[in-house]
């Protein structure tokens, strides 16, 4: 049979090839379960042979849906957030869900502008990185009753959907874990704290932890710094400047603790001997790297999953779990061990 080679092939066009009806076609490909398996895979087969894309916009009106979630995240590039990403994208795709992805660099107003341009596209679920956004957000979610999830960050009211972390617990864990090494004077190389609460809730973490300890970070000690490399060398710089330096310097997160150790490398200070650096993701590279980094592991893929059943069941109408917090695990490796005596 001779087929079109110059037009986009149409439904009729897979019906004719395949011998079966354009109602079987549509629904071999939007309901396959409802069809018996040899007509399947005639239709899966037509279509292949001629190159057949159903017409997104004339499903969606017939189905009120266009089985795209997107997600928008505060940026690419950072490859703990991809691990989340890739486990969204890998559930949504096998319930036939296409994922939309978006980033915002931390800037509330490019995150209520990129939003809104997703919803505008009639995204059937949203994904948002952290609890805290642009209250156009909120509105546009409540106007289109929008079904959404907060991920990375835990909600602490029960007023929002998430999935997420006890960003402040798992901070306080890792402060405690290096006051019990013996460590009293401390400095934090935090993520900017600017539209970000993972960053706020971490840096309030170890506050918390110092001050039942009858400690303080001192102002000198407080440094906030992109998540780069670079960041973290810059921040090592600076709280090491002043005449007591910290014999522990908890980072933001596993990115500025390896800049951090760089420095030190460059500076001719040993870690953990001169100084205990610890981080915040579990990093693939940070079990690996010398030495091996102590820090908080995030279940990162985990949280993909659930975020991406959160949504699923809720767009199935079926009842869901409003809050889901993930455990948190402290991995103690090289980078941290007793304080050295100065004498």
């Known amino acids: 049979m001779k087929t079109r080679t110059n037009k986009a092939a149409r ?14 076609v549509s629904r071999a490909l939007t309901l396959p379960h409802k069809v018996k398996a040899r007509t399947l895979e005639r239709v ?7 190159g057949y894309v159903a017409h997104g916009a004339a499903r969606a009106l017939a189905s009120r849906r266009t089985h795209t979630i ?8 950072n490859a703990i957030f991809a691990n989340t990403i890739h486990a969204l ?27 809104r341009a997703l919803i505008e596209r009639g995204v059937d679920g949203l994904v948002l990185l952290g609890t805290t956004h642009h209250p156009d957000i909120y509105r546009m979610i409540e106007a289109h009753s929008l079904p959404y999830v907060l991920t990375w960050a835990f909600d602490e009211s029960g007023d929002q959907p ?13 402060t405690n874990y290096l006051l019990d090494l013996g460590h009293v004077r401390f400095a934090m190389i935090s993520g900017i704290t600017r539209h970000n609460e993972r960053a706020r809730e971490r840096l309030a973490g170890v506050h918390a932890a110092l001050a039942a300890r009858g400690l303080a970070l001192t ?9 780069t490399h670079t960041g973290g ?9 002043g005449r007591e330096p910290p014999t522990a310097v908890i980072c933001g997160n596993d990115v500025l603790a390896i800049g951090a150790i760089a420095e030190c490398n460059v500076r001719g200070l040993t870690v953990p001997g001169d100084v205990s650096i610890t981080g915040f993701d579990d990093m693939e590279i940070a079990g690996v790297m010398t030495p091996a980094l102590t820090t908080v592991r995030f279940p990162t893929t985990d ?3 659930y975020a991406a059943k959160h949504l699923l069941l809720r767009l199935e109408g079926k009842t869901v779990e409003l809050r889901c917090k993930l455990p948190t695990e402290l991995v103690v490796r090289e980078s941290a061990a007793v304080p050295r005596r100065r004498g």
């Open 233 to 241: 060398r810059e921040g090592l710089r600076e709280v090491m400047a």
């Open 219 to 227: 102002a000198a000690h407080i440094v906030e710094k992109p998540y």
């Open 11 to 24: 439904l009729a066009d897979v019906a004719r090839l395949a011998k079966v009806s354009t109602a079987t």
């Open 44 to 50: 899966h087969q037509a279509a292949h042979t001629l």
């Open 89 to 115: 994208q890998r559930t949504l795709d096998a319930a036939g869900y296409v994922l939309l992805l978006a980033s915002h660099e931390f800037d509330a107003d490019v995150e209520a502008r990129v939003t």
């Open 162 to 174: 998430c999935v997420g972390f006890d960003n402040r617990a798992a901070a306080m864990r890792v």
């Open 303 to 305: 949280l993909g999953v």
């Open 70 to 77: 997107a997600a928008v995240v505060p940026t690419l590039d």
